[in-house]
């Protein structure tokens, strides 16, 4: 098995640990609508940029650590099912359609948007009904507008921090 | 900007728009029908509207469902957040989900069976 680079490994451990932060002081927020699901999602930000400065492996560790350690920490098992439901489809949607970094918000939308369609099946599954769906057009809203956000964000970052994080 | 970042931007707007409209839409008024209790996936009550003459509650599985005269509303939720009281009363096409406890409120078109309150 090849090791990886200690910076690497340090780099990957940082910005999880920052996502399970960023993750916690969102969860302090109060709900911004009545329907659930609908938040900024921020510690997508810390994902998106591990993926776009690191790799494909190192944006899924940031990922899993983050959601496993906040359901050990915070959430119970109900919360765990969304969070990975909807932080895996994102992920895999986010590798899936990697645009260069100029359009990472983009990626970050697309990703936004199959995190609240997986966590809505998640619901539709939990609840055995297809009426949750129709908060799809609210999850989509919220999804274009949160991937915006949270995609604009590690988008700014990376051009201002990756030239002082980069190896060698 | 780039070619392909315009075409992103035209066609989030308009999926903005379009479950915009969807949204606004969707929102009717529930009053005259028959509302209907789910609690994981079962029904546990059926109650016509038209037929509520005066303000009841029913317990469901840690949630206080309130019918009144051609409303139906969850009163009150042991979950912390309690974002179904906040959805305030059921409508057509506007069900109230209770995630947590897998409660729901699901208002369907006019009654025609003529039962007037139907608990099983």
């Not at chain 1, 494909?56 to 496993?68: F, I, P, Y």
């Not at chain 2, 009841?56 to 139906?72: I, Q």
């Amino acid at each position: 098995m090849k090791r990886i680079h200690p910076n690497r490994l340090t780099q990957t451990a940082l910005l999880a640990a920052i996502a399970l932060g960023v993750w916690y002081l969102e969860s302090l927020l109060p709900p911004f609508t009545a329907v659930p699901g609908v938040k900024p999602g921020l510690a997508n930000c810390l994902t998106l940029y591990a993926l776009y400065t690191l790799g494909r492996k190192e944006a899924a560790g940031v990922l899993t650590v983050r959601v496993l350690l906040a359901a050990v920490l915070a959430g119970g098992m109900g919360s765990f099912l969304y969070s990975a439901a909807g932080g895996l489809l994102c992920l895999l949607v986010m590798l899936c359609v990697k645009l260069p970094p100029q359009q990472m918000w983009v990626t970050s939308v697309f990703g936004a948007i199959a995190h609240n369609a997986g966590q809505l099946t998640v619901a539709a599954l939990l609840m055995r009904t297809a009426v949750v769906f129709v908060y799809l057009p609210h999850l989509l809203i919220a999804a274009i507008l949160a991937g915006t956000l949270t995609g604009l964000t590690a988008q700014f970052a990376y051009f201002r921090l990756h030239k002082y994080t980069k190896e060698g | 900007m780039k070619r392909s970042t315009v075409i992103y931007i035209i066609v989030f707007a308009f999926m903005l728009i379009g479950c915009g409209i969807l949204v606004l839409a969707s929102d009717h008024n529930g009053s005259g029908a028959t509302a209907t209790v789910y609690l994981d996936g079962e029904i546990v009550a059926v109650v016509d509207l038209n037929t509520v003459t005066e303000t009841w509650t029913l317990a469901v599985g840690g949630n206080t469902v309130e019918f009144s005269p051609g409303h139906v509303r969850m009163l009150d939720a042991c979950c912390p957040d309690g974002l179904c009281v906040r959805q305030g009363y059921a409508s057509v096409g506007k069900p109230v989900i209770c995630l947590p406890n897998r409660v729901m409120l699901v208002i369907s078109g006019p009654a025609d069976t003529g039962v007037d309150a139907v608990a099983g």
